[in-house]
């Protein structure tokens, strides 16, 4: 079992920035990615950004390049998600994910944290 506590979100002016933390706890020596995902109101979840954790592989959706970066602390099994030039649509619940296990089969899901972008 992988638990996951996410950071940092909140309120903001369009074209400020914040930062989402999420520490992964537990069995995450299995670890294979880990990435976000967000959901807006009325909305289904979407994938928002994915790294590998042994690898340099890095994957965005198309809106958030150039805007948004991922990055890991292999130490602290912690992943980030820098957010800049926010806009209103990324307002969400952003959701932390860790995939472990052979070929990540294993899916595992933090609590959310809400990101509110003001115009």
């Known amino acids: 079992q992988v638990q996951l506590v996410e950071s940092g979100g909140g309120l903001v002016q369009a074209g400020g920035s914040l930062r989402l933390s999420c520490a992964a706890s537990g069995r995450t020596d299995t670890t294979y990615a880990m990435g976000w995902f967000r959901q807006a109101p009325g909305k289904e979840r979407k994938f928002v950004a994915r790294m590998y954790w042994n690898e340099d592989n890095i994957f965005y959706t198309d809106s958030v390049k150039g805007r948004f970066t991922i990055s890991k602390d292999n130490a602290k099994n912690t992943v980030h998600l820098q957010m800049n030039n926010l806009e209103p649509g990324d307002t969400a619940v952003y959701y932390c994910?860790?995939?472990?296990?052979?070929?990540?089969?294993?899916?595992?899901w933090g609590q959310g944290t809400q990101v509110t972008v003001s115009s």
């Open positions: 994910y860790c995939a472990a296990g052979v070929d990540g089969i294993d899916k595992y």
